[in-house]
T-cell receptor
Framework: NAGVTQTPKFRILKIGQSMTLQCTQD?????MYWYRQDPGMGLKLIYYSVGAGITDKGEVPNGYNVSRSTTEDFPLRLELAAPSQTSVYFCASRRQGWDHEQYFGPGTRLTVT | QQQVKQSPQSLIVQKGGISIINCAYE??????FPWYQQFPGKGPALLIA?????SEKKEGRFTISFNKSAKQFSLHIMDSQPGDSATYFC????????????FGTGTRLTVIP
């Protein structure tokens, strides 16, 4: 199993550009999450999904959109990128039920200038 | 509003010493308290976790102490090694959404040889 994979690893965007961060998991997990990590701030939840076709907002959803058309994929869309979206983005997944461990991808480092 | 408060922000320990990281929370509905370890350039990975009906959990050199009445929990790393140098995040699981995790702000641990 590859686990949770994210692409790209790094990206530089200009203000106002858009992009999609890709996340794929091969563990057949129902639950998937997108976080952003900023220095000294820990991880903040952007969006989450409990299954294909079902998504909901987390703590910091403004400026982002998600979709979940399959169990495996959970892309994060940034529209009209702003410098405040400069961050490291992590995707995670976990199995439904008592197995609580969230498995994280390697992250995407995004810079908006 | 930070739902889980973590301290210290950074910690330097001599090899063989004890590393202690503390966390506190307010929401009594939290029902699961994991610690994640993150190495530079990697995603967080589950280290150890505890439920609130247990006061202590030990796995090898890592121990969680949990004080339900004080709403505090801590990670103790015994016989700290240079390989333990990483950032550590405490977290607490809520009962809404996809049982979302709320993370502390992280502690950067450096173990000096």
């Amino acid at each position: 199993n590859a686990g949770v994979t994210q692409t790209p690893k790094f990206r530089i965007l200009k203000i106002g550009q858009s992009m999609t961060l890709q996340c794929t998991q091969d563990m057949n997990h129902n639950y998937m999450y997108w976080y952003r990590q900023d220095p000294g701030m820990g991880l903040k939840l952007i969006y989450y999904s409990v299954g294909a076709g079902i998504t909901d907002k987390g703590e910091v959803p403004n400026g982002y959109n998600v979709s979940r058309s399959t169990t495996e994929d959970f892309p994060l869309r940034l529209e009209l990128a702003a410098p405040s979206q400069t961050s490291v983005y992590f995707c995670a997944s976990r199995r439904q039920g008592w197995d609580h461990e969230q498995y994280f991808g390697p992250g995407t480092r995004l810079t908006v200038t | 509003q930070q739902q889980v408060k973590q301290s210290p922000q950074s910690l330097i320990v001599q090899k063989g010493g004890i590393s202690i990281i503390n966390c506190a929370y307010e929401n009594t509905a939290f029902d699961y308290f994991p610690w994640y370890q993150q190495f530079p350039g990697k995603g967080p990975a589950l280290l150890i976790a505890i439920r609130p009906d247990v006061s202590e959990k030990k796995e090898g050199r890592f121990t969680i102490s949990f004080n339900k009445s004080a709403k505090q929990f801590s990670l103790h790393i015994m016989d700290s090694q240079p390989g333990d140098s990483a950032t550590y995040f405490c977290a607490a699981r809520g009962q809404t959404g996809a049982n979302n995790l709320f993370f502390g702000t992280g502690t950067r641990l450096t173990v000096i040889p």
